[in-house]
């Protein structure tokens, strides 16, 4: 079966310190990835997305970036946190052309103070 | 470029008593529609979807229909229990191959009192 991993679990960072968040799937190969990050209280807003290792597409222009160094790994990347990057990340993944249907992982609870 | 509209944002109901959470949708072609349960603290969890070909899928106590023509999607829940509270998200794809991103609605907090 398949699972998703994230990591760290729960993050606080200074304003202006550098981010990396990891996610991992394992069970599938060749996997459609995704970022989200979803404010408190709020809906998921959809941050980056891959169908291939080194393809990344952006949807909303921030100081965030992504990157896919190995089929099943997704990491998502600030040289300089603002306050506003506060919020829960979510790694989904997708089994590409087979299925509709995207799995999120347990995210990561990120805190910049 | 797809919206989803999700309504109520939150709902309270006695153990026992039935939900139900409306989403509609500005693309006509959208062709998928998942819901999301999602605990506090954790990540969602799939409980249910549909296809555009179908108008109707149930699954125990969940149910979600699906009125293309009015471009929207319910999500049912009946004999509600303590453990059915939770967020609950609706969202809406046009997927085409391996494209096709989720749209998400704002959520519906839901409450159920025992």
């Known amino acids: 079966s398949q699972t998703i991993h994230q990591w760290p679990a729960t993050l606080v960072q200074p304003v202006g310190s550098p981010l990396s968040l990891e996610c991992t799937v394992e069970?599938?190969?060749?996997?459609?990835l995704y970022w989200y990050r979803q404010a408190a209280g709020r809906g998921l807003q959809l941050l980056f997305y891959s169908v291939g290792i080194g393809q990344i597409s952006s949807e909303v222009p921030q100081n965030l970036s992504a990157s896919r160094p190995q089929d099943r790994q997704f990491i998502l990347s600030s040289k300089k946190l603002l306050l506003s990057d506060s919020g829960f990340y979510l790694c989904?993944?997708?089994?590409?052309?087979?299925?509709?249907?995207?799995?999120f992982g347990p995210g990561t609870r990120l805190l910049v103070l | 470029g797809e919206n989803v509209e999700q309504h109520p944002s939150t709902l309270s109901v006695q153990e026992g008593d039935s939900a139900v959470i409306k989403c509609t949708y500005s693309?006509?072609?959208?062709?998928?529609f998942p819901w999301y349960k999602q605990e506090l603290g954790k990540g969602p969890q799939l409980i249910i979807d549909i296809r555009s070909n179908v108008g109707e899928k149930k699954d125990q106590r969940i149910a979600v229909t699906l009125n293309k023509t009015a471009k929207h999607f319910s999500l049912h829940i009946t004999e509600t229990q303590p453990e059915d509270s939770a967020v609950y998200f609706c969202a809406a794809s046009k997927v085409s191959g391996s494209q096709g991103n989720l749209i998400f609605g704002k959520g519906t907090k839901l409450s159920v009192k025992p």
């Open positions: 069970g599938t190969s060749n996997p459609n």
């Open positions: 693309d006509s072609a959208s062709n998928y």
């Open positions: 989904a993944w997708r089994a590409g052309l087979v299925l509709e249907t995207q799995y």
